[in-house]
T-cell receptor, first 113, second 110 residues
Framework: DQQVKQNSPSLSVQEGRISILNCDYT??????FLWYKKYPAEGPTFLIS?????DKNEDGRFTVFLNKSAKHLSLHIVPSQPGDSAVYFC????????????FGAGTILRVKS | KAGVTQTPRYLIKTRGQQVTLSCSPI?????VSWYQQTPGQGLQFLFE???????NKGNFPGRFSGRQFSNSRSEMNVSTLELGDSALYLC?????????FGQGTRLTVV
């Protein structure tokens, strides 16, 4: 039972364009969402997070949008750079869920120069 | 400030053997979680320890166990290894809601 779903296994974009990575969740107890980036042979690195009381959070080139009614969040990367090529994981957590982090399966992003 | 340190980085074991992996969290972090990453499966939660007590547990068989010491360092043990246990095992430490990961231990069972 996948509670956090990243339905696109991979995404390819041109350098300088926008990358949009999507994530859906099913458990309404989740109230905190995070995005991680992972390079091969390294551990995931925290990118950006959003609380359920917000619908948008920005940090430089990265913006996360949350649509609670649709149980959907997305990560926008603008402009995309070749160094952004990595696997991106969406994760969800919640106080009532024991603060456990539940991860999606990941999306491989390739930014072409 | 040192990050999360996992040892060893790579390990090859034979079916039926047991293995112990180690994780040293970021100084001051008392929560340590373990995850298994396999291709296409994302990061599957194994368990979380906080102040030497298991606080959360995922849906893994009893062959997977862990413990945490008073200095917050954690170990994960897998007994009676199976071929399907081959994976990247990641440890993460937390102070708040964000988890900080180590580089992982790549376990190969042959």
């Amino acid at each position: 039972d996948q509670q956090v779903k990243q339905n696109s296994p991979s995404l390819s974009v041109q350098e300088g364009r926008i990358s949009i990575l999507n994530c859906d969740y099913t458990n309404s107890m989740f109230d905190y969402f995070l995005w991680y980036k992972k390079y091969p042979a390294e551990g995931p690195t925290f990118l950006i997070s959003i609380s359920s009381i917000k619908d948008k959070n920005e940090d430089g080139r990265f913006t996360v949008f949350l649509n609670k009614s649709a149980k959907h969040l997305s990560l926008h990367i603008v402009p995309s750079q070749p160094g952004d090529s990595a696997v991106y994981f969406c994760a969800a957590s919640g106080w009532e869920y024991g603060n456990k982090l539940v991860f999606g399966a990941g999306t491989i992003l390739r930014v072409k120069s | 400030k040192a990050g999360v340190t996992q040892t060893p980085r790579y390990l090859i074991k034979t079916r039926g053997q047991q293995v112990t992996l180690s994780c040293s969290p970021i100084s001051g972090h008392r929560s340590v979680s373990w995850y298994q990453q396999t291709p296409g499966q994302g990061l599957q939660f194994l368990f979380e320890y906080f102040s030497e007590t298991q606080r959360n547990k995922g849906n893994f068989p009893g062959r997977f166990s862990g413990r945490q010491f008073s200095n917050s360092r954690s170990e994960m043990n897998v007994s009676t290894l199976e071929l399907g246990d081959s994976a990247l095992y990641l440890c993460a430490s937390r102070l708040g809601l964000e988890a900080f990961f180590g580089q992982g231990t790549r376990l190969t069972v042959v």
